[in-house]
């Protein structure tokens, strides 16, 4: 949402705001692409390409550049957590958020499953799970974006919290208890991962039905109410028709013959 420029707006362009208002009500004058919101998703955008680099860096093996990878990468999940958040609060939504924000959650989430499991850390089935489920969801919401928007749920944020924790974990070089420990959090995530992907189909199958629904009624409605006005129109253009033609013209012609038969006896007086 981008504010009339001064030029336009005959002024300075500021509008006034109350001293008892708050910061939501200045924030939306002056919402546009540069705000924090938008910063902040493009900041998880760089960090894709820089997190794959310290991850591999040097074979990917090295503990310290994981280290790195892994503060990189949890930059990346809070940006996340604070983009969407301020942006709703304060009215900074743009069309460059809606779209830019989900790529990021995807790219980050999707880079780090490729190189964990390029690196033979973690099992391609589990990426492809992830990601086929990521993938689909993202698409199914296009599919009934026309109908309604499917809300994120609170199983699906708890996918998200599990899916950051258990890859933050196998982002780090951890033996022993932590290992095993690492691979019960994914195996969490991949749970939560599977069965918010069937709640969300199921929300997009029944939202979808009552879309259609709704658009056929308002189908029907609409042709019943032409048909209807179509008829009215009919009956009272007969109806005119029917009140016009016989009176008018029984009154035209004594309005003719009257005259005439005057004009005849006044002559004939005459004669």
Not at 16 to 31: E, I, M, S, Y
Not at 52 to 69: C, I, K, Q, T
Not at 79 to 105: E, S
Not at 154 to 178: E, I, N
């Amino acid at each position: 949402m981008t504010g009339a420029p001064a030029s336009a707006a005959g002024g300075s362009g500021a509008t006034p705001v109350p001293r008892g208002d708050k910061l939501g009500a200045t924030a939306v004058n002056q919402a546009g692409l540069w705000n924090i919101a938008n910063i902040l998703t493009m900041v998880r955008l760089l960090l894709v390409p820089g997190f794959v680099m310290l991850l591999l860096h040097d074979g990917g093996y090295d503990p310290v550049w994981r280290s790195f990878a892994w503060a990189a990468f949890a930059v990346a999940m809070i940006t996340d957590l604070f983009d969407g958040h301020l942006a709703r609060a304060y009215n900074l939504v743009t069309d460059f958020g809606k779209i830019a924000d989900p790529i990021a959650d995807k790219a980050i989430m999707g880079a780090a499953l490729i190189s964990l499991s390029w690196l033979g850390d973690l099992p391609w089935w589990i990426t492809g799970v992830i990601l086929f489920r990521e993938l689909g969801i993202t698409l199914m919401r296009f599919w009934v974006i026309r109908h309604a928007v499917i809300p994120a749920s609170r199983g699906g944020k708890l996918k998200t919290l599990a899916q950051g924790t258990a890859v933050g974990m196998y982002v780090l070089v951890l033996t022993g208890p932590l290992a095993t420990l690492r691979f019960w959090v994914m195996m969490a995530a991949v749970v939560l991962t599977v069965v918010t992907g069937l709640d969300y189909v199921r929300q997009a199958v029944v939202l979808r039905r009552l879309g259609l629904a709704a658009e056929r009624a308002a189908a029907l409605e609409a042709v019943t109410a032409a048909a209807e006005a179509a008829g009215a129109g009919r009956a009272a253009g007969v109806g005119a028709g029917a009140g016009r033609v016989p009176g008018e013209g029984v009154a035209a012609g004594e309005g003719v013959v009257e005259p005439a038969a005057g004009a005849r006896g006044a002559a004939e007086a005459e004669r």
